[in-house]
């Protein structure tokens, strides 16, 4: 690989997100040279880093797959497995794979006013050589978890544990679980995921929770999708699906947090039906908090429920006390029998990778910044960030920001503009947390991120049908965006584009 190229579009990740965007700016700015650099060996993201079993998406695939590529699998929750195939077919099915360079580490960004670019440098992870980018435009697809390592409690005791202890984020092929007595420690979509999986092969698979998570059981098939199939071309019933699944989400979405309690009401009293009268659901599935302060769980065919009924698999809903050499005492003097215990207590969040950013030789604090339509930082010319949805479907987000980007590049290109920068104007503009659930790791990671407001275009919507409006089909100028040209011997004429160099 060269150490210094030039693209239009510099996509970092290759991903679900940014995978997306190198098919939405072939197809609607067919012109522009772009370039995806992936930190990792290979694409997919978070669905290539998670290998624990049972890896699966936590939203229906309905949604959580691309509006232009339909989901044609017939479960609605699929495994890693499958998402991983399903976005090699879109690489090879669109040609995006020539386009993805493997093993960079993006680290640092400077942009050059003068120049209307962005020099990008990345770290060659197997040589350690320092690569150079240069482009007119930078989209960050590299989601917003920490990838090096997830967020594990300090334990009194764990040096005495003789067994083994893993965080869900490290799993490696050889941790065995197979007729060994486990204990999972969380109760968020991680441990619902692992548990039933687990179960299938484990002596006992032990759930130990602080406190309880709303999870709620939905059918692994959707009959309705299925019908459709049947009777319409694929591409219109996949979008009567994704809209049918959309609204339904946005529905109940609002339901839960405009009924609160009677929401409450109906997820545990689905879980009392799974798991019976006698069953003791207050205290191990009715949380403290409102539905979607933090996110809900899905069980496919209530697999966790018909688990824990079986008796494969238990809940304990205490706080640890400490570590013995045999497994876990909690604070009520429980000894809890372990030979793997596995924390599935949470991830770290780290905004654009940890990527460093400088303006004309000025450094960023990007959390001091407001976002603006949830894709841009206020004062960073031609950067765009894609961030799902925390109360739907990321790809839904992902996809009507990778649109918005190409309208913006084509209206920039039209006019003749080098360059744009959201700017805020008003001096009284108070800040809100740009992440709204409550969750743990959101809590730990909410000050890394850029600030919104309570005014368009710094409210971040967490509204399908109100970012299709905004994002969609409403004009990408306002009196906020700032657009540029550059003067002298630096001007560009409209509709300027530069010959990929290969990389």
């Not at 930078?138 to 300090?154: H, I, N, Q, R, S």
């Not at 619902?192 to 002596?203: F, H, Q, S, Y």
């Not at 966790?304 to 604070?331: H, M, P, Q, Y």
Request: aromatic letters at 10%.
């Amino acid at each position: 690989m060269s150490s210094e190229s030039h693209v239009d579009v510099l996509i970092v990740g290759a991903g679900i997100s940014g995978i997306g965007a190198a098919y939405h700016l072939q197809d609607k700015c067919p012109d522009k040279t772009y370039l995806i650099l992936e930190r990792r060996r290979n694409l997919g993201g978070t669905w290539d880093l998670f290998r624990y079993p049972g890896i699966r998406s936590d939203s229906d695939m309905f949604t959580f797959g691309y509006s232009f590529r339909p989901w044609k699998q017939p479960e609605v929750v699929a495994s890693g497995d499958a998402i991983i195939a399903y976005l090699r077919e879109t690489v090879e099915a669109y040609g995006i794979g020539d386009n993805i360079r493997y093993g960079l580490n993006v680290l640092r960004a400077a942009w050059s006013s003068r120049d209307a670019q962005w020099t990008v440098h990345a770290r060659d992870e197997s040589t350690g050589e320092d690569v150079r980018v240069t482009c007119n435009f930078l989209f960050m697809c590299a989601g917003y978890y920490d990838y090096d390592e997830g967020y594990t409690p300090d334990f009194e005791g764990t040096e005495r544990f003789s067994g083994r202890i893993i965080h869900p984020q490290q799993w490696t092929d050889d941790v065995v679980y197979e007729n060994q007595r486990v204990v999972v420690i969380g109760s968020g979509a991680t441990a619902v995921t692992l548990i039933p999986e687990l179960a299938k092969k484990a002596a006992h698979v032990t759930m130990l929770q602080r406190s309880p998570t709303y999870v709620v059981a939905k059918p692994g098939q959707d009959r309705i999708a299925n019908w459709l199939r049947e009777r319409l071309p694929e591409k219109y019933a996949y979008a009567i699906t994704r809209w049918k699944n959309v609204l339904y989400t946005m529905f109940m979405y609002w339901f839960c947090r405009v009924r609160p309690e009677r929401a409450k009401a109906l997820i545990v009293g689905e879980a009392r039906k799974m798991l019976g009268d006698d069953y003791d659901v207050e205290t191990h599935f009715a949380p403290r908090y409102d539905p979607w302060d933090q996110r809900v769980c899905l069980a496919p065919d209530g697999d966790l429920f018909r688990t824990i009924r079986s008796g494969r698999a238990s809940v304990v809903t205490d706080e640890i006390d400490c570590f013995t050499d045999k497994g876990i005492r909690t604070t009520s003097g429980r000894e809890l029998a372990a030979d793997l215990i596995v924390t599935a207590t949470g991830l770290e969040l780290k905004f654009l990778g940890g990527l460093q950013v400088e303006v004309d030789r000025q450094t960023v604090d990007l959390p001091e910044t407001f976002a603006y339509k949830g894709m841009m930082c206020s004062g960073v010319p031609n950067m765009a960030l894609s961030l799902g949805y925390t109360n739907a479907s990321w790809t839904l987000k992902s996809d009507l920001t990778a649109e918005y980007v190409c309208r913006l590049l084509n209206h920039m290109d039209s006019q003749g503009y080098a360059y744009c920068c959201p700017r805020v104007k008003d001096p009284s503009l108070q800040a809100e947390s740009m992440l709204a659930l409550s969750a743990g790791y959101i809590e730990r990671g909410r000050h890394k991120f850029p600030k919104e407001a309570a005014v368009a275009p710094w409210k971040l919507h967490q509204n399908y049908a109100l970012d299709v409006l905004a994002l969609r089909y409403a004009s990408v100028k306002d009196d906020v965006i700032q657009f540029e040209r550059l003067t002298g011997s630096h001007a560009r004429s409209p509709q300027r584009h530069h010959p990929m160099k290969r990389i």
